[in-house]
DNA sequence: TAGACGTGGCT
DNA sequence: TAGCCAAGTCT
């Protein structure tokens, strides 16, 4: 593979060859350091890879959790520039941090990141924990992330698993078992651990991962693969049936009403509870349409369970189509107007906190994607102000 | 351990 | 259009 002599040893994850000189030089499995000189020709520019910062990479591995990369990095910037160190997050407000969040899902994430830079503040002098240990015991850090940072950040020699590396050396080495199985992830752990170059983990964790999300992808670029010499599946052909894949969750249509009330120029939002989908985030009110119901009798039932109010339909303002988790909702929004209730003081069932607002100040609270939708075509409709995605904060 | 937890892009 | 999927974690 390297023409650098003769393979005189195979210890670990280390070949020795002899160098001209007749020293013993490290050299490295054909398949790490294929990974390591693709990598140092393809890597994308990354913000969190300008100097490998524990505090960026810690944000950047948090968001990109779940997440494609690209749209990881406007987040990252934005976040980054409100919040630069653990203990700036450790006091930021919640609002804010979910507002920074808002779009990208799982918002424990962000509730999270809070709870652990408080402990970094408290036990680690405001700063990233350095050993694997101390990481995995932070709120929101789990095997990955904790390896993620200790290698990237901290240069340990700690492999990573993830989806891609999952993919990657299933497809090397015809991992034959389902990889959501814990013997199978165990087995890709194993083989991630022990192409590790020694000294090289950042780049080859990353190697792997950027390799996967551009070369070994679910639909793979074998013509063009640096590894295909060394590709088991290929050999065999059955790429495509590598990674074996578990049982899927099907996917459940719901169809869910919400609803908009105005009173003397405000809008009335609420912010949901901080366990549970969305916990943390604010919204209209509303709820799943239940069987025999139409959307109109639904958003009546649910002001009144909600917030003890009577409320009528006027006008059917959307109906928006998205998806969350193991669901895709029809979200069917409404006018409504009010009747009656107690409206500075609601009765909160669902809900921890109320506001009415003006329409333009939309834009400064954290809401889920489908109300995101809603609250841009109310502000699009009423002149363009707060359109869009809503404005950032400045 | 399996299910909950979001979202938008790609096929 | 509908299904699949992405630098996972928590319970």
Known sequence: MTGRGLPVKVS????????FFGERMPDFHPVAQTLLDWFAQNMRPLPWRADYSPYHVWIS????????????????????AALPDPPAVATA?????????????????????????????RDHHGRVPDDEAALRALPGIGPYTARAIASLAF???????????????????????PVRETATKRRIA??????????????????????????????PDCGHCPL???????????????????????IQHVDVATGVVRRGGLLFIQRRPEDGVWGGLWEFPGGTVEPGEIPEQTIVR?????LEWAVAPTRRIATIRHGYTRFRVTLHCFELEFLHGDAENPPLHEATQCRWIPLADLGRYALPAGHRKLADMLSAAEGGEGEGEGERKK
Not at 160 to 175: K, Q
């Open 228 to 250: 295909a010499a060394h590709c088991e599946a290929r050999r065999l052909g059955i790429v495509a049936h590598r990674p074996v894949p578990g049982k899927q969750a099907d």
């Open 155 to 177: 240069g340990h020699d700690l492999a990573v698993v993830d989806a891609n590396v999952e993919r990657v050396f299933s497809r090397l080495f015809d991992v034959d078992t």
């Open 93 to 121: 407000h919640e609002d804010e941090v979910l507002k920074l969040w808002e779009g990208l899902g799982y918002y424990s994430r962000a509730r999270n990141l809070i709870k652990a830079a408080r402990v970094m503040v």
């Open 12 to 19: 670990d994850n280390t070949l020795y060859f002899l160098s």
């Open 190 to 219: 194993d083989l991630a651990q022990q192409l590790l170059p020694p000294g090289r983990a950042r780049d080859y964790n990353q190697a792997v991962m950027e390799f996967g999300a551009l070369v070994c992808r679910k639909n």
């Open 61 to 80: 591995e948090v968001m990109l959790q779940q997440t494609q990369m690209e749209r990881g990095v406007e987040y990252f910037r934005r976040w980054i």
């Open 302 to 306: 649910e002001y009144m369970e909600e």
